[in-house]
């Protein structure tokens, strides 16, 4: 009998609930959120032979835990969150609690068949980091740009600074506040020198970025519209494309795929708003891209305006077929380079 054990993970503890194949409660487990605690929990496990566990996809306040599973030779699954709490609402057992949770995660596992499988991380972890990373401290200098024109629209009323991620932008305004005094031009002198070190770290991270990628999936960067961020976009948040059993499910995760919709006899899809939106949002880039600058993708796009689509359902069917061009380019360089996905020196628990 293989027994999926359900986990409700936390900062401070986690929560592992072992459930057999009809989704009963066998017994259950808290032990820290250590890595003391994570081997504790893996002896308590070791009663049932055949086991899986099944994860809530809380990302970091699991990733610890599933790392050392796997570094353990344990085969576990990841649970999103939103099938937890539709198997909760569904159970008898009324409230909620830690081993309700984990129940409900088991339970999801049983019932939702082609769960991602876990797998230990490597280059697609550290291009991922590095992604979010540069995202913030665009975030970070796009805040400082809006304060810095404010400032410059009380020293110098009309007075247009242009792109402030450019040095030549940025050395004509330190010239310019170098004229000024006061308050103002102190944190408008302060405010540019912190954009222009954010500007160089974010271009350090873009090479940083270019020297992952380029070697891991050239095929993908061959397609129009795919540059070295939007592709690291795509790995980070995918990791290994052979998780994904066809164009299809990739499809069906990025939120490309139509959700069909019937009523009577009439039969139709919509939008699905659904999906991982990063994904979703790549796709787009790189329709939009295509859009513009010609070739195939603007061919594609000139065909379904003229057969009486609208600019945007055009531009949705686009991000579809670009959703099966994106998958297999990754499975072509998967097969040719290896996987993005690999683990590095990963230490058990």
């Not at 796009?142 to 247009?160: F, I, V």
Request: charged share 30%.
């Amino acid at each position: 009998m293989v027994v999926t054990i359900g986990s409700d993970p936390h900062k401070s503890s986690h929560t592992f609930v072992a459930a057999d194949g009809n989704g009963r409660q066998l017994a259950e487990k808290t032990v820290r959120a250590v890595p003391e605690g994570h081997l504790e929990a893996l002896r308590w496990a070791s009663q049932w032979p055949e086991r899986v566990w099944a994860l809530e996809n809380s990302r970091h306040l699991v990733r610890r835990l599933e790392q050392d599973l796997l570094v353990a030779g344990e085969a576990a699954v990841r649970v999103p969150s939103r099938l937890m709490a539709e198997s909760r609402k569904k159970g008898r057992q009324r409230g909620k609690s830690d081993p309700i949770d984990a129940l409900a995660v088991a339970r999801a596992a049983l019932r939702e068949p082609g769960l991602p499988v876990a797998r230990l991380e490597g280059v697609s972890r550290e291009v991922r980091l590095l992604v979010d990373h540069r995202e913030d401290l665009v975030g970070e200098r796009t805040r400082m740009q809006n304060r810095l024109r404010w400032h410059l629209q009380e020293l110098e009323p009309g007075y247009r600074a242009g792109h402030l991620d450019r040095t030549t932008t940025l050395n004509k305004l330190e010239a310019l506040l170098a004229g000024y005094s006061g308050r103002v031009a102190e944190l408008a002198r302060e405010l540019l020198g912190r954009i222009r070190e954010l500007t160089v770290r974010i271009k350090q991270l873009e090479a940083e970025l270019s020297q992952l990628v380029t070697p891991l999936v050239p095929n993908l960067l061959r397609l129009q519209g795919c540059g070295v961020l939007t592709a690291a976009k795509i790995i980070g948040e995918i990791g290994e494309i052979s998780r994904f059993r066809s164009e299809a499910a990739f499809a069906r995760y990025n939120g490309s795929a139509p959700i069909p919709v019937w009523s009577g006899n009439n039969d139709h899809h919509r939008l699905n708003p659904g999906g991982n939106r990063q994904l979703n949002a790549a796709l787009h880039r790189i329709a939009i891209t295509q859009s513009r600058s010609g070739g195939q993708g603007r061919t594609y796009l000139d065909r379904r305006l003229q057969e009486g689509d609208t600019k945007k359902g055009a531009i949705r069917a686009l991000k579809r077929r670009l959703s099966d061009e994106v998958y297999g380019r990754l499975r072509s360089d998967q097969n040719t380079h290896g996987s993005v996905a690999e683990t590095s020196d990963a230490q058990a628990a």
